[in-house]
């Protein structure tokens, strides 16, 4: 079974820019997790999607968005890009609510904010 | 939900055992203890999890104290590529649950 996807690998944009990543979970999960890591502030949890629904977010601004789609695959949106947005992006997938289940993550993208 | 507590960064000689260490002695009764490792700029990777008693995979053991505020993530046999950093982190039976995984030990095997 094929893992956690996610696209583009690596990313470089500029400040004020608006940058979308895509997740796709592992076949059969419904539940996608985004999470921050910098060599700062270490891995961080951004929000969470089951069924196309947030279920939960972490501490960020309102910059930083996602979606579900009916298939299960997710996208993140950060908007007005900041330079301490530079960071690996993990995304992460389990068959039920990630508070009940196990999660397998994604290689992640990286993403350079100039 | 519970916190958990690593040492920094440990070492050890490829071959030998690997005993990583990790408090979380505020977990509660339906909180299960995880671990995953994550090599350098790839995407952690999940190795065992339990919720009191001790479990065995193919990677690795997990010894689970019977009070449960600790745990031992055991590398029976450690390679030079179980180099990574390795996460303990506890998560809800369910519910609202916002997942904290701290800094990790950083697990140097050496030849």
């Known amino acids: 079974k094929a893992g956690v996807t996610q696209t583009p690998r690596y990313l470089i944009k500029t400040r004020g820019q608006q940058v979308t990543l895509s997740c796709s979970p592992i076949?059969?999960?419904?539940?996608v997790s985004w999470y921050q890591q910098t060599p700062g502030q270490g891995l961080q949890f951004l929000f969470e999607?089951?069924?196309?629904?947030?279920?939960n977010k972490g501490n960020f601004p309102g910059r930083f968005s996602g979606r579900q789609f009916s298939n299960s695959r997710s996208e993140m949106n950060v908007s007005t890009l900041e330079l301490g947005d530079s960071a690996l992006y993990l995304c992460?997938?389990?068959?039920?609510?990630?508070?009940?289940?196990?999660?397998?993550f994604g290689p992640g993208t990286r993403l350079t904010v100039l | 939900d519970a916190k958990t507590t690593q040492p920094p960064s440990m070492d050890c000689a490829e071959g030998r055992a690997a005993n990583l260490p990790c408090n979380h002695s505020t977990i509660s009764g339906n909180e299960y203890v995880y671990w995953y490792r994550q090599i350098h700029s790839q995407g952690p990777q999940y190795i065992i999890h339990g919720l009191k008693n001790n479990e065995t995979n193919e990677m690795a053991s997990l010894i689970i104290t019977e009070d449960r505020k600790s745990s031992t993530l055991i590398l029976p046999h450690a390679t030079l590529r179980d180099t990574a950093v390795y996460y303990c982190?506890?998560?809800?039976?369910?519910?609202?649950?916002?997942?904290?995984f701290g800094r990790g030990t950083s697990l140097i095997v050496h030849p």
């Open positions: 992460a997938s389990s068959l039920q609510p990630q508070s009940t289940d196990t999660q397998y």
């Open positions: 999607y089951f069924s196309e629904t947030q279920r």
């Open positions: 076949s059969g999960h419904r539940s």
């Open positions: 982190i506890v998560r809800a039976g369910g519910g609202s649950y916002i997942p904290t």
